[in-house]
């Protein structure tokens, strides 16, 4: 399975299943800004490579922190760094030592994984693929997850299904004086960021904590680097968790960087809204259903009567030298779903050719 580590990306399993090259792949399995890293990013690894591997980093992140503060209208101390937002979430979660989590299904595997680590139950609350996977606040089953939830994580937007969360929703949701963390590794993406994000509420509240990552908005996965925004006393206490020297020194220095770079930010929004539509009108004139999506990824179904499934679908890509997402290992999805990064415009035209050829194949 391409999965076998629960994420997209993995071009060593790629390689090892399909026998070709890791480097040669294109790849819509991760969903990272097809840009590539800011100018900046390259200029500090050039220019301050030498200074910043022959010292440690500063173990408060201090000039980061104030970066994100000022970019983002937020006191530093409610601020803190970390190496990527799986470490954020883990933080987040056994700071706030729950017995149960409640989560959204489906949704990113990391949410469940977290609780896990923090001994907690799983409460889950199933989204319905008819209402284009929102939740409702009057579902019976989310009714039901209230009471039995002592802390929520969620996604905003969800991962894989793109959809953010209806603000009066997580105002409810917040309203209930449970501690709730609101993962928006994806909002940068979003025209709409600054009015949908809830990352200055977190910042004046105990018990709302927004987690951000640096790794898709501005392609640096290999340097594994995020951050959490929420009341000083919950970063104190994710803060008193966190092992020393988490964040390296030179993705401090380039998170400082480009967070402050607004003509890369309009190029990706401009590049995102025109590309997902053209992707989306694209999938869903082979035949596949696809779920509206506010970030830079698309949840796909394949009809099940073609006989097709995502997992042949995959391997048949896979030989073509293109990964794409099984999304069938996601809680509450079955087999036919699959999930898709939106990439330039020749290599979505490139995804849409071979999907197209593979699925004449598959259904014959």
């Known amino acids: 399975m391409l999965e076998k580590h629960g994420h997209g990306g993995d071009i060593w399993t790629a390689a090892e299943l399909y026998g070709i090259d890791k480097n040669s792949f294109l790849d819509f399995s ?39 503060g000022q970019v983002y209208g937020v006191p530093a101390s409610c601020v803190l760094a970390g190496n990527g937002a799986a470490e954020i979430i883990d933080l987040a979660v056994r700071a706030q030592r729950p017995r ?26 199933p989204l319905s693929a008819e209402r284009n ?19 929520f994580l969620f996604g905003h937007p969800n991962n894989p299904t793109g959809r953010l969360l209806p603000p ?39 018990k709302l904590c927004v987690v951000r990552s640096l790794t898709k908005f501005y392609t640096v996965p290999g340097l594994r680097l995020g951050f959490a925004v929420a009341g000083a006393g919950w970063i104190e206490a994710m803060k008193r968790l966190q092992v020393e020297w988490s964040v390296n020194g030179l993705a401090q220095r380039i998170g400082q960087a480009v967070l402050g770079d607004g003509e890369y930010n309009r190029a990706t929004r401009d590049w995102l809204q025109e590309e997902s539509a053209w992707l989306t009108r694209a999938l869903a004139g082979l035949g596949l259903g696809v779920t509206p999506s506010a970030a830079n990824y698309l949840l796909f179904r394949l009809p099940a009567e073609w006989g097709v499934t995502i997992h042949s679908l995959q391997e048949a890509m896979g030989r073509r030298g293109i990964l794409i997402r099984s999304a069938a290992t996601y809680q509450g999805l079955d087999e036919y779903y699959g999930r898709t990064a939106i990439r330039s415009r020749p290599d979505n035209m ?7 050829a593979c699925l004449d194949e598959l259904c014959k």
């Open 30 to 68: 991760s969903n990272m800004n097809p840009l590539g890293p800011p100018e900046a990013a390259g200029r500090i690894i050039r220019e301050e490579w030498r200074r910043e591997l022959s010292r440690y980093p500063d173990p408060d992140c201090r000039e980061l922190r104030q970066t994100i």
């Open 100 to 125: 149960t989590v409640g989560l959204l299904q489906p949704s990113f595997r990391e949410y469940a994984t977290a609780a896990g680590r923090a001994g907690a139950a799983i409460v889950d609350i």
């Open 133 to 151: 996977f929102d939740p409702d606040w009057t579902s019976d089953e989310l009714q039901k997850a209230l009471p039995n939830a002592e802390l």
């Open 168 to 206: 009066e929703f997580v105002r409810q949701l917040t309203a209930l004086d449970k501690p709730v963390i609101l993962d928006e590794a994806f909002i940068d993406f979003s025209e709409a960021e600054d009015s949908v994000s809830f990352i200055r509420q977190a910042a004046e509240s105990d």
């Open 350 to 356: 490139r995804l849409a050719e071979e999907l197209a």
